[in-house]
């Protein structure tokens, strides 16, 4: 036991000086993430259209909240949950463009195997199971042709 608390003496600078180490390095991440997010903010504050992914999104939340913009779109809005998009929105968004894969859509609400989602559904589900109007988009450029064609038979139109 003796042993255990000179160990403890010895060290106790090291530790003080870890522990005051590791305060700054968490202080210098939170000035980095608000100096990006400062910057983003910088580039698009006066586009006439925010376009976000689902991934940036769910980080950028708060920065798109501040910027207010007019338009959105949101690109994978299948994978958005609808509360994390509206936290993000503001009452200055008076366009909102949701574009995502409706097949995705129907298979996670039947993995839920209620045939709905709930809480953790996307606007873009919710709409879509209410009937309303959408417009599929009828060419994609990002996958390759081989591949392309073999999915060709899941989305009919």
Request: glycine letters at 6%.
């Given at each position: 036991?003796?042993?255990?608390?000179?160990?403890?003496?010895?060290?106790?600078?090291?530790?003080?000086?870890?522990?005051?180490?590791?305060?700054?390095?968490?202080?210098?991440?939170?000035?980095?993430?608000?100096l990006e997010r400062s910057q983003?903010?910088?580039?698009?504050?006066?586009?006439?259209?925010?376009?976000?992914?689902?991934?940036?999104?769910?980080?950028?939340?708060?920065?798109?909240?501040?910027?207010?913009?007019?338009?959105?779109?949101?690109?994978?809005?299948?994978?958005?949950?609808?509360?994390?998009?509206?936290?993000?929105?503001?009452?200055?968004?008076?366009?909102?463009?949701?574009?995502?894969?409706?097949?995705?859509?129907?298979?996670?609400?039947?993995?839920a195997g209620t045939g709905w989602?709930?809480?953790?559904?996307?606007?873009?589900?919710?709409?879509?199971?209410?009937?309303?109007?959408?417009?599929?988009?009828?060419?994609?450029?990002?996958?390759?042709?081989?591949?392309?064609?073999?999915?060709?038979?899941?989305?009919?139109?």
């Open positions: 036991h003796l042993c255990t608390l000179w160990l403890a003496k010895q060290h106790e600078p090291t530790y003080v000086e870890l522990s005051r180490l590791a305060e700054e390095y968490e202080r210098l991440c939170k000035d980095k993430q608000n983003i903010a910088a580039a698009v504050r006066h586009a006439p259209l925010l376009g976000i992914s689902a991934t940036a999104l769910g980080i950028l939340a708060p920065v798109i909240a501040t910027l207010r913009p007019s338009v959105v779109l949101v690109h994978q809005a299948a994978d958005v949950p609808e509360a994390t998009l509206l936290a993000a929105l503001g009452p200055e968004t008076g366009q909102l463009i949701l574009v995502g894969d409706r097949c995705g859509a129907a298979r996670a609400a039947d993995d989602s709930g809480a953790r559904a996307s606007m873009f589900e919710r709409l879509l199971f209410a009937g309303l109007e959408y417009a599929p988009l009828q060419r994609q450029r990002r996958m390759v042709p081989s591949i392309a064609r073999l999915l060709a038979p899941l989305y009919p139109s």
